[in-house]
T-cell receptor, first 114, second 111 residues
Framework: DGGITQSPKYLFRKEGQNVTLSCEQN?????MYWYRQDPGQGLRLIYY???????QKGDIAEGYSVSREKKESFPLTVTSAQKNPTAFYLC?????????????FGDGTRLSIL | KNEVEQSPQNLTAQEGEFITINCSYS?????LHWLQQHPGGGIVSLFM???GKKKHGRLIATINIQEKHSSLHITASHPRDSAVYIC?????????????FGTGTRLTIIP
């Protein structure tokens, strides 16, 4: 079955440590997205990529980095510069052709600070 | 003021009741999405619409572009419908690839 796989489901970060969240899709989608979800707030866009080897900052990119070396993979690194990383992180993808397409979401990664 | 407002924030109903969740937005959009987030956190896309009405099983979504308002209806509600329902819009800015999300409506259906 096609879909989006995020791993790990739970992740713990120590102070000063970088951690990387994995997102893989086998839907052959061009566009991929990373969102952050905090209690009581709507999803906020961290980074997005519309094509391999290209990505753009979203609304809250500070303290995060991404890469898009392969179409199916869009890993997110939470750096030590992100001072409040505890949140639920969701990856999504869409076909990318044309402006209005549904987004398919992964099951998320919950990141906590040790 | 948020660009996307949902109401109510929380809704509890008895099994079998007709459910309505509302979404209002403040600027022109090209498309509106309804999403369902289950307790484990995964999100499923329910509808994407830019005009009129769409139906899938017991779920119906409507949108009124002039009034900048959309509703999600659930007929014959069931406990498995318990989830957070999220409205998201693609603002009508040329080249805008981003969705703006509401904060969600938490629905609980009691058997």
């Amino acid at each position: 079955d096609g879909g989006i796989t995020q791993s790990p489901k739970y992740l713990f970060r120590k102070e000063g440590q970088n951690v990387t969240l994995s997102c893989e899709q086998n839907l052959n989608h061009d566009a991929m997205y990373w969102y952050r979800q905090d209690p009581g707030q709507g999803l906020r866009l961290i980074y997005y990529s519309q094509i391999v080897n290209d990505f753009q900052k979203g609304d809250i990119a500070e303290g995060y980095s991404v890469s898009r070396e392969k179409k199916e993979s869009f890993p997110l690194t939470v750096t030590s510069a992100q001072k409040n990383p505890t949140a639920f992180y969701l990856c999504a993808s869409s076909i990318g052709r044309g402006r209005d397409q549904p987004q398919h979401f992964g099951d998320g990664t919950r990141l906590s600070i040790l | 003021k948020n660009e996307v407002e949902q109401s109510p924030q929380n809704l509890t109903a008895q099994e079998g009741e007709f459910i309505t969740i509302n979404c209002s937005y403040s600027v022109g959009i090209s498309a509106l999405h309804w999403l369902q987030q289950h307790p484990g956190g995964g999100i499923v896309s329910l509808f994407m619409l830019s005009s009129g009405k769409k139906k899938h099983g017991r779920l119906i979504a409507t949108i009124n572009i002039q009034e900048k308002h959309s509703s999600l209806h659930i007929t014959a509600s069931h406990p498995r419908d318990s989830a957070v329902y999220i409205c998201a819009v693609r603002l009508g800015t040329r080249g805008n690839e981003k969705l703006t999300f509401g904060t969600g409506t938490r629905l609980t259906i009691i058997p």
